[in-house]
């Protein structure tokens, strides 16, 4: 239909690679990367995984609390949480070091 190659905003997606070859801006579904995670879990017995799931929970938790009281966000609360986020990730870095998977490793 010719519809995704003219695309120009943000495409939401669970992450399947030939989508990367459109020319915009991508972004993984949430749902999707909720059950990547959960796999990892799951399969791989990996905490950061896990961890992971929570905040990204708690931070949707949080969002939906402020917009249903109209409220507006609080800075330092969202310090606290891309703080607890980035930790999160270092550890999956640390026990997922890129050297175990070249193939994977992003240019």
């Known amino acids: 239909m010719e519809i995704l190659p003219e695309y120009k905003g ?6 399947w690679k030939p989508y990367n070859g459109y020319n915009c801006d991508h972004t ?5 990367l909720h059950r990547e995670l959960t796999g990892i879990e ?4 990996q905490q950061c995984a896990k ?7 708690e931070m949707k938790k949080y969002t939906d609390e402020c917009k249903e009281q109209v409220k507006d966000l ?3 609360q969202i310090k606290e949480l891309e703080k607890r986020f980035d930790t999160v990730v270092m550890k999956g870095i640390k026990k997922n070091p890129v050297y175990l998977n ?3 490793v992003v240019q």
């Not at 943000?10 to 992450?15: A, F, L, N, P, Q």
């Not at 961890?51 to 929970?57: K, R, Y």
Request: proline share 4%.
């Open 10 to 15: 943000i495409e939401v997606h669970d992450g």
């Open 28 to 32: 993984l579904c949430n749902a999707h």
């Open 42 to 45: 799951e399969n791989y017995k």
């Open 51 to 57: 961890e992971m799931n929570e905040l990204l929970t």
């Open 74 to 76: 609080d800075f330092e």
């Open 102 to 104: 070249p193939e994977k």
